[in-house]
């Protein structure tokens, strides 16, 4: 069973940083590609960041310059450094990955960002 583990949510003061981490576990192929979304409340879920296992990456307007996405093929693992850090980019982060035609997701961890 493939399951996707995030790690590093938190409270942080607007223009801080934090780092997101996803372990991906139950397999030995690589899902690609990887990317992180987020859903504020009240808001639909939305794209942050994607890498390709080539490391081919895009990012949604709102956090380019800022959020940094990144993989490790070897250990299977996908994170998001985060600077610079809005009140707006409060919400729960998904990590996400993909195989063939099947889409994996993360249970989420929150982020806050205080004013």
């Known amino acids: 069973q493939v399951q996707l583990v995030e790690s590093g949510g938190g409270l942080v003061q607007a223009g801080g940083s934090l780092r997101l981490s996803c372990a991906v576990s139950g397999t030995i192929f690589r899902l690609n590609p990887m990317g992180w979304y987020r859903q504020a409340p009240g808001k639909q879920r939305e794209l942050v960041a994607v890498?390709?296992?080539?490391?081919?990456?895009n990012y949604a307007d709102s956090v380019k310059g800022r959020f940094i996405i990144s993989r490790d093929n070897a250990k299977n693992t996908v994170s998001l450094q985060m600077n610079s850090l809005k009140p707006e980019d409060t919400a729960v982060y998904y990590c996400n990955g993909r195989y063939g035609s099947t889409t994996y997701w993360g249970q989420g961890t929150q982020v806050t960002v205080s004013s």
């Open positions: 890498i390709s296992s080539g490391s081919y990456t």
